[in-house]
């Protein structure tokens, strides 16, 4: 089955300064790929997704690119911000026949100190 | 997914009891999905439903049924046999078409083994 392997599983930034969350996956037939927010105690929220058929896609200061030769995509944040902290989960959907699911990253805690 | 409610919100359960945990949406969506989550380990797949009536494994069944008698409603029991049931269990919903749908989860409930 699918693979999903995320880093780093912390991350501590600067106020302002990007962040930068890597994710590999090993099923080539996976064609898409969510990211999530999750804040302490709450739900995962989608923050932003890419499809196989896109390289890269931006969202105001979060943009995600996807390298499908590689098989791994990345989340940026760029200017951050206290309030980005939170932990973030990749994704990668997969197949089986008519059925299809999402397999998660272990997720990468990020902290933006003021 | 403010349309997505579980409930209830904190659920403490002796050992060798059985317990449901309730998951409901009115989103008009297909496919519906438990969760679990453990620290460090993100979202893992327990059940998942594509339509009414039909379900399938995830990848940590073990312990757990599921039902889907209902569109609206995807309720996940948790049995005396699954060994370690203390954890954060999430449902999630997608539209149900196909392998780019995105999902939404709900609030989540809090289960504790006493």
């Known amino acids: 089955g699918e693979n999903v392997e995320q880093h780093p599983s912390t991350l501590s930034v600067q106020e302002g300064d990007s962040a930068v969350i890597k994710c590999t996956y090993s099923d080539s037939a996976s064609n898409y790929f969510p990211w999530y927010k999750q804040e302490l105690g709450k739900r995962p929220q989608l923050i932003i997704d890419i499809r196989s058929n896109v390289g890269e896609k931006k969202d105001q200061r979060i943009a995600v690119t996807l390298n499908k030769t590689a098989k791994h995509f990345s989340l940026h944040i760029t200017e951050t911000q206290p309030e980005d902290s939170a932990v973030y989960f990749c994704a990668a959907s997969t197949s089986g026949g008519s059925n299809y699911k999402l397999t998660f990253g272990k997720g990468t805690l990020l902290t933006v100190n003021p | 997914d403010g349309g997505i409610t579980q409930s209830p919100k904190y659920l403490f359960r002796k050992e060798g009891q059985n317990v449901t945990l309730s998951c409901e949406q009115n989103?008009?969506?297909?496919?519906m999905y438990w969760y679990r989550q453990d620290p460090g380990q993100g979202l893992r797949l327990i059940y998942y439903?594509?339509?009414?009536?039909?379900?399938q494994k995830g990848d940590i069944a073990e312990g757990y049924s599921v039902s889907r008698e209902k569109k609206e409603s995807f309720p996940l029991t948790v049995t005396s046999a699954q060994k370690n049931p203390t954890a954060f269990y999430l449902c999630?919903?997608?539209?149900?078409?196909?392998?780019?749908?995105?999902?939404?989860f709900g609030p989540g409930t809090r289960l504790t083994v006493l």
């Open positions: 989103l008009n969506h297909d496919a």
């Open positions: 439903s594509q339509i009414v009536n039909d379900f």
């Open positions: 999630a919903s997608s539209m149900g078409q196909g392998s780019t749908d995105t999902q939404y």
